[in-house]
T-cell receptor, first 112, second 110 residues
Framework: EAQVTQNPRYLITVTGKKLTVTCSQNMNHEYMSWYRQDPGLGLRQIYYSMNVEVTDKGDVPEGYKVSRKEKRNFPLILESPSPNQTSLYFC???????????FGEGSRLTVL | EDQVTQSPEALRLQEGESSSLNCSYTVSGLRGLFWYRQDPGKGPEFLFTLYSAGEEKEKERLKATLTKKESFLHITAPKPEDSATYLCAVQNNQGGKLIFGQGTELSVKP
């Protein structure tokens, strides 16, 4: 069974303090993606990766960075977090062709 | 611009009371329409993929249907464990990203 592990699950930080949310998978999926979920706005894609060293912007990439140096890991980096990045973040893996994505448990981030 | 609108935003049912959730979409050539279930505090869980108008998929008490403009998720004789938020998403035929709707929060009371 596909497993997507995100860390941390909960984080409270302050404006400007760099942080990284990690995402790792136990499968061999090439496609990995980050979403944020906000009340009234639904799930919005931040970045995605089709394979190692291949990343692309989603709908809301501003303020975020990602890297895909190895297949199983896809960290989300907030270089200088701001309060508008307070959100629930999900990492997803799977087959983009079929739309069958497996989501992690989510990381709730609060930026003060 | 590709867009997905779900209605209603929230739906309260009594156990056994069948109903339908709606997902209206506009997309520049539909590659697929997807239904997910999301429980509170959890990530979305994949339910169905529909590819063409007229297609139907079933899983337990859930049945998804698709037309050229919308999809319905029919829930037959729901149980309290069906309570969740149901998300609809579309993908265009350029193989682009999934566009999610805002979801319908379903509550089934015993």
């Amino acid at each position: 069974e596909a497993q997507v592990t995100q860390n941390p699950r909960y984080l409270i930080t302050v404006t400007g303090k760099k942080l990284t949310v990690t995402c790792s998978q136990n499968m061999n999926h090439e496609y990995m993606s980050w979403y944020r979920q906000d009340p009234g706005l639904g799930l919005r894609q931040i970045y995605y990766s089709m394979n190692v060293e291949v990343t692309d912007k989603g709908d809301v990439p501003e303020g975020y960075k990602v890297s895909r140096k190895e297949k199983r890991n896809f960290p989300l980096i907030l270089e200088s977090p701001s309060p508008n990045q307070t959100s629930l973040y999900f990492c997803a893996i799977g087959d983009r062709a079929t739309g069958e994505l497996f989501f992690g448990e989510g990381s709730r981030l609060t930026v003060l | 611009e590709d867009q997905v609108t779900q209605s209603p935003e929230a739906l309260r049912l009594q156990e056994g009371e069948s109903s339908s959730l709606n997902c209206s979409y506009t997309v520049s050539g539909l590659r697929g329409l997807f239904w997910y279930r999301q429980d509170p505090g959890k990530g979305p869980e994949f339910l169905f993929t529909l590819y063409s108008a007229g297609e139907e998929k079933e899983k337990e008490r859930l049945k998804a249907t698709l037309t050229k403009k919308e999809s319905f998720l029919h829930i037959t004789a729901p149980k309290p464990e069906d309570s969740a938020t149901y998300l609809c998403a579309v993908q265009n035929n350029q193989g682009g990203k999934l566009i999610f709707g805002q979801g319908t929060e379903l509550s089934v009371k015993p």
